[in-house]
Structure formats: C-alpha cells, structure tokens
C-alpha cells in the first residue's frame, strides 16, 4: 500500500522514458527544475508528492505504476517563480542500477527515510553518496526525514539527521505526508536554494 501520485485524471503526465534532460531552465525570473525523489521503498516519497502537489494524503491509493511526473509551481518573495518537474519512481529505487538514468539531469535529488527505519536512514546515506559520484556537480540535495508524526516510533533522531545533512552540505528537514507538516517549507527551501542563472 503507498500514495500514488500517478492520478488517472489527467494532471498526473505519464511518461514512458526516464531521460528527458532539465535543468534549470536559462530565465532568472521562472526556473524550471527537474526535481527526483530517492530513498528506501515505504518512506512515503509519493505521499510527499501528492501532499505538495495535490494537498492530499491517501494511504489506501495504490502503488504507483509506471514512472509518473508532476508539476507544481510556486512563487517566491522576491517574484521568481519555480516550476517543479517531479519525477516519482514507481519502486525503480529497488534497482540500484536503473537510478542514473532516473536521476541524470536533476537540479535537485530530495533523499528520503522514514524517522521509524534505522535502516531507511542507512539507505538514505547510500543515495548521497551515489548522486555524490554520479550527479550533476551543482545539484541541490536535500535530506527529508519522513513520518515525523510517527514520533512514539521514532529510531533516527533529529540530530541524527541534522548532523549528516551539515556534513555533506545538504539541507535537512522533517516532514509529515500525513498530517503536512513542513511540506510547503520542504519545497520553499530548496527553491531558496537553487542556483540561478546570470541575467544578461
Ligand atoms: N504516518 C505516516 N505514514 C506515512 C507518511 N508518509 C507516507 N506514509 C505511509 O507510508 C506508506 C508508504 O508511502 P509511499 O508514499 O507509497 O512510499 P514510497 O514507496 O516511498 O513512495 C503508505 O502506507 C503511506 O500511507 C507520513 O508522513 N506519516
Ligand atoms: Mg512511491
């Protein structure tokens, strides 16, 4: 059981290839970012998604099939507007050597574990090192720690956390899918964050 965020309806894109290539778009003023998601299986990559694309949370929807891409675009203070291209895998991140081409192209990789997982939070560290070696030189990384409302559960600590985003340069937050707890921020940080063309 997962968040889908390949919707039938029609503003959920489908794909069929991985590869489109995007990073930040040559405008100042409206940046469009190819954004990926990594992490562990059930960490609830797709739940953030629909929450920060839809305001939704669905824990009985069906496990996303096929790649799928959405779009959201919000504005920041100072009037830029940052259009992000999410890729969502479809379970790709069980294959280790299918996520370069997933990845290839990304302005910005959020790694996600769940606050519950030991193990995800292993995993987690698994994936910066990959997009270390093999992503784009000035990608954004982001850390997420989800579930944080799992809190009677939790077994990766905030400084936990905190401490291995600062030493790999990263920016760390945690969030809830569930109840939407610092989605928006999530998404507003990393928009802060992005390198921005030079105006001509
Ligand atoms: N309590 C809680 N459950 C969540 C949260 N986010 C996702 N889940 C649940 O975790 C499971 C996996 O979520 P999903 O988004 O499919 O994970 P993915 O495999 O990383 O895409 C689902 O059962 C979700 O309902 C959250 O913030 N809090
Ligand atoms: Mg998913």
């Known amino acids: 059981m997962g968040c889908s965020s390949s919707l039938p ?8 290839g991985m590869d489109q290539d995007s990073a930040v778009a040559p405008d100042a003023k409206n940046l469009r970012v190819k954004l990926v998601l990594l992490g562990d299986s059930g960490v609830g990559k797709s739940c953030i998604v629909l929450r920060f694309v ?3 949370f669905d824990p009985t929807s069906k496990v996303t099939v096929g790649a799928s891409f959405l779009s959201q675009t919000i504005a920041l203070q ?10 969502d895998t479809a379970g790709q991140e069980r294959y280790a050597a299918l996520a370069p081409l997933y990845y290839r192209g990304a302005a ?4 996600v574990y769940d606050i519950t997982s030991v193990d995800s939070f292993t995993k987690a560290q698994y994936w910066v090192k990959e997009l270390q070696k093999h992503g784009s030189p000035d990608i954004v ?12 559960n939790r077994e990766v600590s905030v400084q936990d956390g905190l401490e291995y985003a600062e030493k790999n340069g990263m920016f760390f937050i945690e969030t809830s899918a569930k109840t939407a707890d610092n989605i ?3 998404f507003e940080e990393i928009a802060k964050r992005l390198p921005r063309p030079l105006t001509s």
Do not use: M
């Not at 309806?9 to 069929?16: C, M, T, Y």
């Not at 830029?80 to 890729?87: A, N």
């Not at 910005?108 to 790694?111: C, K």
């Open 9 to 16: 309806d029609g503003s959920a894109r489908r794909l069929s």
């Open 141 to 152: 990384l982001a850390l997420v720690g989800n579930k944080a409302d799992l809190q009677e």
């Open 108 to 111: 910005v990789a959020v790694v």
């Open 184 to 186: 928006n921020q999530l």
């Open 78 to 87: 100072d009037s830029t507007t940052v259009k992000f291209e999410i890729w």
């Open 54 to 56: 839809r305001g939704q």
